[in-house]
């Protein structure tokens, strides 16, 4: 088969699958549903819980530490939802990635304020993190769960989100160590 009536068939499908997402975002997950609005208020109040409670002394080292979650759970939540093993059924734009506000503020904001506890009063960072990662995957997902927003398939279960989430973590962390010692190379 030719390259580009391949490319023809993915645009195809591409659109398609769109309009379908856009159809089921206006039916079960627009504006008028609560779960849109529980949504946008994972997107939010994080955010203002960061504002007010981030050490603005350490700002960028913590802002760098939340980009390097928040990035590496966006690409891990695309490659789950496409692949259909870990699906967020409701979200605030069918076009945006699916978890933009767990993966842009509820986790990012909460492994935040864990690096800056454990910063400010030298505390085990990974421990810590292996308490908030158990809190946020069979407390808080396993409540999404029952709220019927989220979804698995083919396996996958809250032990391996957990997982991943220690994953995502740490090697955030040591990013962000890395990070800093090139500062003291200088």
Not at 18 to 30: A, D, F, H, P, V
Not at 118 to 136: G, M, Q, R
């Amino acid at each position: 088969m030719d390259k580009n009536l391949i490319w023809n068939e993915i645009y195809g499908k591409s659109n398609e699958l769109n309009t379908t997402l856009i159809s089921y975002w206006k039916e079960y997950s627009s504006i008028d549903s609560w779960q849109f609005w529980f949504v946008l208020g994972l997107l939010v109040i994080p955010l203002i819980i960061l504002y007010f409670a981030i050490d603005r002394t350490k700002l960028l080292e913590i802002l760098f530490f939340g980009l390097t979650i928040h990035m590496l759970w966006t690409y891990t939540d695309i490659l789950l939802g496409s692949t259909t093993l870990f699906v967020h059924q409701y979200f605030i734009f069918p076009l945006l990635p699916y978890a933009l506000s767990i993966s842009s503020s509820v986790l990012p904001v909460g492994f935040m304020l864990i690096y800056q506890y454990c910063l400010n009063y030298d505390k085990n960072f990974y421990l810590y993190s292996i308490f908030l990662s158990a809190l946020f995957s069979f407390g808080f997902l396993s409540v999404e769960l029952l709220m019927d927003l989220v979804h698995f398939n083919k396996g996958m279960n809250l032990f391996f989100v957990f997982l991943i989430d220690l994953g995502v973590v740490f090697l955030s962390y040591w990013l962000t160590t890395f990070i800093k010692n090139l500062r003291v190379l200088k």
